[in-house]
């Protein structure tokens, strides 16, 4: 596996005077030594404890501490990662590899990465790795690889539920129980079947596939808009139709979901004028990163009512400050980051690291859906 940065590392100790732009080397990337690997993860406290599969928390660490110091190397977990005296940055100097997740994501700017001189690999434990600045890390030589295919069905579920919890009217219907209310016709008056509705998906990757393959039986007239065509004989049997036109596909959806990764594409594409445009009483699902949708204008589009319901578990930044409008809009089912981090979840995207790591120390490559930045490139749907 190629190592710009190791390369020039190398280069630069063993005095070497080739020029720079030497060819990277596969060898590098298994440089022997104790490495010393820093992982980010959120907190779990007095969660601890309570199942021994919870492995995706600093305590539970991965479940990879004991395998990575009988083998001599260095493990650091925090969940301080902003700021400059955080515990992250005590570490940034001299780290050789980085594992965040997107649940607790610590922000990897050009910056850090200008200043972590030894840093050859970035793991994301989960999927999506926007919260690192690619570019800046494919200029400096880095790795950035995540556990691709991980927590797909973990999402996939997930946003079947918010679907169903918006279309039903779920929310203000727990709020009255709890609030020791009772009133049906406060819920009745907008609640409806999912049956017959058209549901369009941005993004049909692993997510929106199984999704939509989820939707199936509910009879609804499904649609996507996608970079690629699905194959016929697949698109058949999910039963979606292609949309090349996302402009054209979004004013005939009764509910969107958000199922593309946030690149520069795709950041701010739901901005006020495409919002303005949605059906009135749109319900939307936004699972796939926060920063896709323009803050404000899903804010003022939920005042209105213009967008009925809007249901996501991702936010911009994370964790949300406790005054993110998003908190206090109207007609919203918003979660902290929790879909892709389920115990099943977890325990795949912690295998998923490991094995990267046991590659990464033998100097052998990681599956090739893994990488999202390799040799200096970004992976296709990031460029
Ligand atoms: N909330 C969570 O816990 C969670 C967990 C996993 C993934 N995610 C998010 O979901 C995203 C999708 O995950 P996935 O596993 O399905 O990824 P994937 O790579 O399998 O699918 C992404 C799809 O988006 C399409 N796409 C990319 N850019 C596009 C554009 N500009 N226009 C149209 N289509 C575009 C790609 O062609 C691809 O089919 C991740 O990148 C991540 O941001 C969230």
Redesign the pocket.
């Known amino acids: 596996m190629a190592m710009l940065r190791a390369a020039k590392h190398a280069m630069r100790s063993l005095g070497s005077t080739a020029p720079e732009a030497a060819p990277f080397s596969r060898m590098l990337h298994a440089s022997p030594g104790s490495k010393k690997i820093v992982g980010v993860f959120y907190k779990a406290n007095e969660y601890a404890t309570l199942n021994p599969k919870f492995v995706g928390c600093v305590e539970g660490s991965l479940g990879i501490r004991d395998w990575l110091e009988s083998q001599g190397h260095q493990y650091i977990v925090t969940d301080d990662k902003e700021g400059p005296n955080c515990e992250l940055e005590k570490h940034i100097h001299d780290m050789h590899v980085l594992i965040t997740t ?2 607790h994501p610590a922000y990897v700017t050009e910056e850090r990465i200008k200043r972590a001189k030894n840093l050859q690999l970035l793991l994301t434990a ?3 790795s ?1 919260h690192i600045d690619l570019k800046a890390a494919a200029e400096a030589g880095l790795t950035v690889a995540e556990v ?2 991980s ?2 069905v ?2 996939a579920e997930d946003e079947l539920m918010r679907i169903l919890i918006l279309v039903r009217n779920f929310v203000p219907g727990y709020l009255q129980v709890i609030k020791g209310d009772w009133n049906v016709a406060g819920i009745a008056y907008r609640a409806y079947d999912l049956e017959a509705k058209t549901v369009g998906t ?7 596939k199984l999704l939509l393959q989820r939707l199936k039986p509910f009879n609804c007239n499904l649609l996507y ?4 065509k699905m194959e016929p004989a697949l698109e058949k049997e999910i039963g979606a139709k292609f949309e090349e036109d ?1 402009d054209a596909m979004l004013p005939k959806c009764d509910i969107i979901v958000i ?5 520069e ?2 950041r701010g594409m739901f901005n006020k004028e495409r919002i303005g445009k949605l059906k009135k009483g749109v319900l939307i699902v936004n ?3 926060g920063a896709i949708m323009d803050t404000q204008a899903v804010v003022d589009a939920c005042s209105s009512g213009h967008i009925a319901g809007y249901s996501g ?2 936010w911009n930044p994370q964790p949300a400050p406790k005054d993110h409008p998003w908190r206090y809009m109207p007609n919203q089912a918003m979660t902290p ?5 389920t115990i099943d979840g977890q325990l795949r995207y912690a295998a998923g690291v490991k094995d990267m790591l046991d590659c990464y120390f033998k100097g052998q490559e990681f599956p090739a859906q893994h990488y999202i930045v390799k040799d200096g490139k970004l992976a296709s ?1 990031y460029q």
């Open positions: 997107p649940f989960g999927i999506g926007d691709t295919g927590n797909v973990s999402v941005v993004g049909a990757g692993r997510i929106g808009h996608d970079r690629i996302l199922n593309t990764p946030l690149t594409k795709t699972n796939a990163r578990d991702v980051h929790i879909s892709g981090t749907q």
